[in-house]
């Protein structure tokens, strides 16, 4: 690290056959892709298991998203020959909706016979999630050929949430008394890491690079309560089979908060660089 910063880099001297400049220069633009999925689909098309993992990310944001992965980009903008201004942003959201049927409430009386059915309603359920994870830092690069040492310092922002509604088809009523959940929010997520990075570009082609990074630093997160609304019947003590529909709100599950100073022990941050000016 210590020869790396007293060193001096002298990028974009190296040229191809056709005069192309294979490394990045001063005032270049840069934008990386997470090469994690290339990684498994090389896995499996190799083998034919579609449960290859990849190179692992070192943010320490868990993603929210349905299929436990997470796809950050990345740019970067080369103020001169040995620095540049980078930056990182996920920025996700999505729901889902599903419809159950399900008998009316109270059951007629007498039931319908074959071939008149009971006749039915819909459940519905509509889940959500937000995840934004925002970063920005600053690299310094070292060599003058192929192979480019990079180093720096970068901070890391995430919040995240979830929600899932129930609507039922059958109203609550004195024939249909009982209690159920109409509403649950996930606690929400606030991270925040800083760290140092260090790792090597290789450029594979004029302006195009593969690049792997290793971190350590600092992370802290913090996740709130669940809160779960329910509703339920309250008979009426003056009336008779009459009530109303009343509900309450409750925080639960597990408060949660995290402190860590570590490498990236997960693995590399892989990534596919693209230069343009």
């Keep these: 690290m210590v020869a790396a910063m007293t060193a001096s880099a002298q990028t974009g001297e190296i040229t191809s056959n056709r005069g192309e400049n294979w490394l990045s220069?001063?005032?270049?633009?840069?934008?990386?892709?997470?090469?994690?999925?290339?990684?498994?689909?090389?896995?499996?098309?190799f083998n034919g298991n579609t449960n290859n993992g990849g190179v692992s990310l070192n943010n320490f944001f868990s993603s929210t998203s349905t299929n436990g992965s997470q796809v950050v980009i990345g740019g970067k903008k080369l103020i001169d020959a040995n620095t540049a201004y980078r930056g990182r942003?996920?920025?996700?959201?999505?729901?889902?909706?599903?419809?159950?049927?399900v008998d009316i409430a109270p059951l007629p009386n007498p039931l319908p016979t074959f071939p008149n059915p009971i006749p039915q309603v819909e459940d519905v359920t509509k889940t959500n999630f937000m995840a934004v994870q925002l970063?920005?830092?600053?690299?310094?690069?070292?060599?003058?050929?192929?192979?480019?040492?990079?180093?720096?310092?970068?901070l890391n922002i995430g919040l995240g949430s979830g929600k899932t509604t129930n609507e039922y088809g059958n109203a609550l009523s004195n024939d249909n008394q009982g209690q159920r959940v109409t509403e649950s929010k996930q606690g929400s997520l606030f991270a925040v890491g800083l760290n140092g990075f260090v790792g090597v570009e290789w450029f594979a082609a004029p302006k195009l690079?593969?690049?792997?990074?290793?971190t350590w630093g600092l992370a802290l997160s913090s996740e709130g309560y669940t809160e779960t609304t329910t509703e339920y019947w309250v008979p009426s003590t003056s009336t008779p089979n009459t009530g109303s529909v009343q509900s309450v709100t409750e925080e639960g599950g597990t408060?949660?908060?995290?402190?860590?100073?570590?490498?990236?022990?997960?693995g590399a941050r892989i990534g596919v660089n693209f230069y343009f000016q």
Aim: a neutral charge; glycine letters at 20%.
């Design 209 to 214: 690079s593969l690049s792997g990074e290793y």
């Design 135 to 154: 970063g920005a830092g600053l690299e310094k690069r070292v060599g003058s050929t192929r192979v480019v040492g990079v180093y720096g310092g970068e």
């Design 25 to 45: 220069q001063s005032g270049d633009w840069g934008l990386t892709f997470d090469a994690t999925p290339l990684l498994n689909y090389a896995g499996n098309l």
């Design 255 to 266: 408060k949660r908060n995290g402190f860590g100073i570590d490498t990236g022990v997960s």
């Design 89 to 101: 942003v996920r920025i996700g959201f999505g729901s889902s909706k599903t419809t159950d049927l």
